[in-house]
Protein backbone atom coordinates (compact mmCIF):
# COMPACT_ATOMS: atom_id res chain seq x y z
CA UNK A 1 0.00 0.00 0.00
CA UNK A 2 1.50 3.20 -1.01
CA UNK A 3 1.53 5.64 1.95
CA UNK A 4 1.96 8.51 -0.75
CA UNK A 5 0.62 8.73 -3.92
CA UNK A 6 1.50 10.94 -6.86
CA UNK A 7 -0.33 11.75 -9.95
CA UNK A 8 -0.13 11.69 -12.74
CA UNK A 9 2.59 9.12 -13.32
CA UNK A 10 3.41 10.08 -16.38
CA UNK A 11 3.74 13.79 -17.98
CA UNK A 12 4.42 14.75 -21.39
CA UNK A 13 4.57 18.13 -22.73
CA UNK A 14 5.75 21.06 -24.71
CA UNK A 15 8.51 23.50 -23.47
CA UNK A 16 6.69 26.83 -22.78
CA UNK A 17 3.71 25.34 -21.14
CA UNK A 18 2.93 25.37 -17.03
CA UNK A 19 2.12 22.22 -15.21
CA UNK A 20 0.94 20.74 -11.66
CA UNK A 21 1.75 17.46 -9.87
CA UNK A 22 0.39 16.47 -7.27
CA UNK A 23 1.54 14.34 -4.02
CA UNK A 24 -1.73 13.14 -1.97
CA UNK A 25 -1.88 10.88 1.49
CA UNK A 26 -4.13 9.92 4.18
CA UNK A 27 -1.37 10.68 6.41
CA UNK A 28 -0.93 13.65 8.52
CA UNK A 29 3.32 14.34 8.20
CA UNK A 30 5.50 16.85 9.97
CA UNK A 31 7.32 18.43 6.76
CA UNK A 32 7.78 16.58 2.65
CA UNK A 33 9.95 17.01 0.37
CA UNK A 34 10.34 17.56 -3.67
CA UNK A 35 13.43 15.98 -5.36
CA UNK A 36 14.29 15.66 -8.78
CA UNK A 37 16.11 12.39 -10.38
CA UNK A 38 17.59 12.15 -13.66
CA UNK A 39 18.10 9.09 -15.21
CA UNK A 40 21.17 7.44 -13.73
CA UNK A 41 21.70 9.66 -10.39
CA UNK A 42 20.30 9.78 -6.90
CA UNK A 43 17.77 11.99 -6.27
CA UNK A 44 18.18 15.81 -5.36
CA UNK A 45 16.64 17.90 -3.07
CA UNK A 46 14.61 20.72 -4.31
CA UNK A 47 12.70 21.75 -1.12
CA UNK A 48 11.73 20.81 1.93
CA UNK A 49 7.85 22.63 3.03
CA UNK A 50 7.05 22.15 7.05
CA UNK A 51 4.17 24.20 7.95
CA UNK A 52 -0.10 23.50 6.34
CA UNK A 53 -0.62 25.73 3.78
CA UNK A 54 3.41 27.71 3.66
CA UNK A 55 4.40 28.12 -0.10
CA UNK A 56 7.81 28.01 -1.57
CA UNK A 57 9.19 29.17 -4.86
CA UNK A 58 12.59 28.03 -6.73
CA UNK A 59 12.70 30.47 -9.69
CA UNK A 60 9.93 28.82 -11.97
CA UNK A 61 8.74 26.13 -9.38
CA UNK A 62 6.26 26.65 -6.92
CA UNK A 63 5.77 24.40 -3.94
CA UNK A 64 2.53 24.09 -1.94
CA UNK A 65 2.11 22.06 1.51
CA UNK A 66 -1.71 21.69 2.36
CA UNK A 67 -3.48 23.10 5.12
CA UNK A 68 -3.80 19.67 6.85
CA UNK A 69 0.04 18.74 6.13
CA UNK A 70 -1.46 15.97 4.09
CA UNK A 71 -0.87 17.02 0.51
CA UNK A 72 1.16 18.75 -1.52
CA UNK A 73 1.99 20.65 -5.20
CA UNK A 74 4.67 21.32 -7.25
CA UNK A 75 3.84 23.82 -10.37
CA UNK A 76 6.01 24.52 -13.19
CA UNK A 77 5.89 28.14 -14.83
CA UNK A 78 7.07 28.18 -18.53
CA UNK A 79 8.64 24.33 -18.82
CA UNK A 80 12.27 24.31 -20.17
CA UNK A 81 13.37 20.81 -21.29
CA UNK A 82 16.41 20.94 -18.27
CA UNK A 83 12.98 20.36 -16.31
CA UNK A 84 12.66 16.84 -17.36
CA UNK A 85 12.98 14.19 -14.74
CA UNK A 86 11.49 11.91 -11.90
CA UNK A 87 10.02 13.97 -9.48
CA UNK A 88 9.68 12.45 -6.19
CA UNK A 89 7.64 13.79 -2.87
CA UNK A 90 8.26 12.28 0.43
CA UNK A 91 7.12 12.49 3.90
CA UNK A 92 8.61 12.90 7.07
CA UNK A 93 6.48 11.24 10.08
CA UNK A 94 8.56 12.56 12.56
CA UNK A 95 12.23 14.34 12.50
CA UNK A 96 14.14 10.89 11.81
CA UNK A 97 14.71 9.00 8.54
CA UNK A 98 13.10 5.97 9.42
CA UNK A 99 9.91 7.54 9.49
CA UNK A 100 10.27 8.90 5.57
CA UNK A 101 8.47 8.20 3.17
CA UNK A 102 8.77 8.25 -0.59
CA UNK A 103 6.37 8.83 -3.55
CA UNK A 104 5.96 6.42 -6.77
CA UNK A 105 6.70 9.43 -8.63
CA UNK A 106 6.08 11.61 -11.49
CA UNK A 107 7.75 11.32 -14.77
CA UNK A 108 7.72 14.88 -16.38
CA UNK A 109 8.81 14.75 -20.22
CA UNK A 110 9.75 18.17 -21.96
CA UNK A 111 9.72 17.84 -25.26
CA UNK A 112 11.36 21.08 -27.61
CA UNK B 1 28.05 18.49 -4.80
CA UNK B 2 28.02 16.83 -1.10
CA UNK B 3 30.49 14.25 -0.57
CA UNK B 4 28.91 10.73 -0.67
CA UNK B 5 30.42 7.80 -2.74
CA UNK B 6 28.76 4.74 -3.61
CA UNK B 7 30.63 1.36 -4.65
CA UNK B 8 30.48 -0.38 -7.40
CA UNK B 9 28.15 1.78 -9.08
CA UNK B 10 27.06 -1.42 -11.23
CA UNK B 11 27.22 -4.81 -10.26
CA UNK B 12 26.11 -8.56 -11.64
CA UNK B 13 26.08 -11.23 -9.39
CA UNK B 14 24.62 -14.89 -9.42
CA UNK B 15 22.24 -16.20 -7.10
CA UNK B 16 23.06 -17.35 -3.74
CA UNK B 17 26.04 -15.33 -3.36
CA UNK B 18 26.90 -12.89 -0.83
CA UNK B 19 27.26 -9.07 -1.98
CA UNK B 20 28.46 -6.01 0.07
CA UNK B 21 27.63 -2.35 -1.47
CA UNK B 22 29.95 0.73 0.75
CA UNK B 23 28.89 4.38 1.01
CA UNK B 24 31.67 6.56 1.74
CA UNK B 25 30.92 9.82 2.85
CA UNK B 26 33.01 12.98 3.57
CA UNK B 27 30.46 15.32 5.32
CA UNK B 28 30.85 13.73 8.33
CA UNK B 29 27.12 13.29 8.31
CA UNK B 30 24.70 11.38 11.70
CA UNK B 31 22.49 10.02 9.82
CA UNK B 32 23.11 7.23 6.89
CA UNK B 33 20.59 5.17 4.88
CA UNK B 34 20.61 2.74 2.61
CA UNK B 35 17.31 2.72 -0.23
CA UNK B 36 16.52 0.67 -2.62
CA UNK B 37 14.54 2.03 -5.86
CA UNK B 38 12.21 -0.54 -8.18
CA UNK B 39 9.86 0.55 -10.56
CA UNK B 40 6.27 1.30 -9.13
CA UNK B 41 7.21 1.16 -5.53
CA UNK B 42 9.53 4.25 -5.05
CA UNK B 43 12.33 4.15 -2.64
CA UNK B 44 12.00 1.80 -0.03
CA UNK B 45 14.27 1.90 3.37
CA UNK B 46 16.55 -1.09 3.77
CA UNK B 47 18.45 -0.13 7.05
CA UNK B 48 19.57 3.21 8.37
CA UNK B 49 22.42 4.22 11.14
CA UNK B 50 22.03 7.40 13.81
CA UNK B 51 25.97 6.50 14.67
CA UNK B 52 28.67 4.16 14.69
CA UNK B 53 27.86 0.92 15.64
CA UNK B 54 23.90 2.29 15.51
CA UNK B 55 21.82 0.98 13.58
CA UNK B 56 18.58 -0.08 13.20
CA UNK B 57 15.80 -1.92 10.00
CA UNK B 58 13.96 0.21 7.84
CA UNK B 59 10.72 -1.52 6.21
CA UNK B 60 12.60 -3.95 3.70
CA UNK B 61 15.03 -5.07 5.78
CA UNK B 62 14.53 -9.51 5.12
CA UNK B 63 18.12 -10.15 3.30
CA UNK B 64 19.73 -7.29 4.25
CA UNK B 65 22.52 -6.60 7.02
CA UNK B 66 24.35 -3.40 7.60
CA UNK B 67 27.71 -2.13 9.73
CA UNK B 68 29.08 1.09 10.59
CA UNK B 69 32.53 1.12 11.92
CA UNK B 70 33.32 4.35 11.22
CA UNK B 71 31.36 7.64 11.06
CA UNK B 72 31.78 7.86 7.20
CA UNK B 73 31.44 4.38 5.33
CA UNK B 74 27.84 2.56 5.73
CA UNK B 75 27.91 -0.92 4.18
CA UNK B 76 25.24 -2.83 2.78
CA UNK B 77 25.03 -7.15 2.64
CA UNK B 78 23.16 -9.21 0.81
CA UNK B 79 23.60 -12.67 2.85
CA UNK B 80 23.07 -14.35 0.01
CA UNK B 81 21.40 -12.82 -3.33
CA UNK B 82 18.41 -13.22 -5.03
CA UNK B 83 16.55 -12.03 -8.31
CA UNK B 84 14.10 -10.29 -6.25
CA UNK B 85 17.35 -8.06 -4.92
CA UNK B 86 17.99 -7.01 -8.48
CA UNK B 87 17.26 -3.15 -8.11
CA UNK B 88 19.15 0.30 -7.87
CA UNK B 89 20.42 0.95 -4.33
CA UNK B 90 20.66 4.63 -2.75
CA UNK B 91 22.62 5.66 -0.09
CA UNK B 92 22.01 8.89 1.51
CA UNK B 93 22.80 10.90 4.57
CA UNK B 94 21.83 13.59 6.78
CA UNK B 95 22.80 15.64 9.38
CA UNK B 96 19.06 16.17 11.05
CA UNK B 97 17.39 13.55 10.27
CA UNK B 98 15.80 15.00 7.04
CA UNK B 99 17.22 13.55 4.19
CA UNK B 100 19.66 16.37 2.06
CA UNK B 101 21.90 14.09 0.13
CA UNK B 102 22.01 10.58 -1.91
CA UNK B 103 24.47 9.08 -3.35
CA UNK B 104 24.46 7.93 -7.36
CA UNK B 105 22.95 4.64 -6.91
CA UNK B 106 24.52 0.88 -7.69
CA UNK B 107 23.10 -1.13 -10.27
CA UNK B 108 22.37 -4.11 -8.96
CA UNK B 109 21.48 -7.56 -11.24
CA UNK B 110 21.33 -11.15 -9.82
CA UNK B 111 21.13 -13.72 -12.24
Known amino acids: TQLLEQSPQFLSIQEGENLTVYCNSS?????LQWYRQEPGEGPVLLVT?????EVKKLKRLTFQFGDARKDSSLHITAAQTGDTGLYLC????????????FGPGTRLSVLP | DAGITQSPRHKVTETGTPVTLRCHQT?????MYWYRQDPGHGLRLIHY???????DKGEVSDGYSVSRSKTEDFLLTLESATSSQTSVYFC??????????FGQGTRLTVV
Open chain 2, 92 to 101: AISETGMIAF
Open chain 1, 27 to 31: SVFSS
Open chain 1, 49 to 53: VVTGG
Open chain 1, 90 to 101: AGARDNYGQNFV
Open chain 2, 27 to 31: ENHRY
Open chain 2, 49 to 55: SYGVKDT
